[in-house]
């Protein structure tokens, strides 16, 4: 028999007019109170699954732009606050 101690985090993004964008799960293992290990580790393999010849590829390099900057803000105030995101429902 055999026993695995994983977690499961589901995520989705829905743009400003409430549509969806993105939806994804992320399984592991976790050792921090609402898996927020977990979550780095898969941020963390997303970032490395991305390449920046794609976007020069299609003509879209200001699109990765904008999210590196993005992600380097977001970084910027969460390193401000203990509790970025507010209670979890």
């Keep these: 028999m055999d026993i695995e101690n994983t977690q499961k985090v589901t995520f989705k993004l829905e743009n400003d007019n409430g549509k969806f964008e993105v939806?994804?799960?992320i399984i592991g293992e976790s050792q921090i109170p609402f898996f927020d290990d977990l979550k780095f580790k898969g941020?963390?393999?997303l970032?490395?699954?991305?390449?920046?010849?794609?976007f020069d590829g299609s003509g879209?390099?200001?699109?990765f732009d904008h999210f590196i900057?993005?992600?380097?803000?977001?970084?910027?105030?969460?390193?401000?606050?203990d509790q970025f995101q507010g209670k979890l429902i």
């Design 69 to 81: 900057k993005e992600i380097e803000e977001t970084i910027v105030e969460m390193k401000k606050y």
């Design 23 to 25: 939806k994804g799960e």
């Design 43 to 45: 941020v963390i393999a």
């Design 60 to 63: 879209n390099h200001q699109l």
């Design 47 to 54: 970032l490395n699954s991305i390449d920046k010849q794609n």
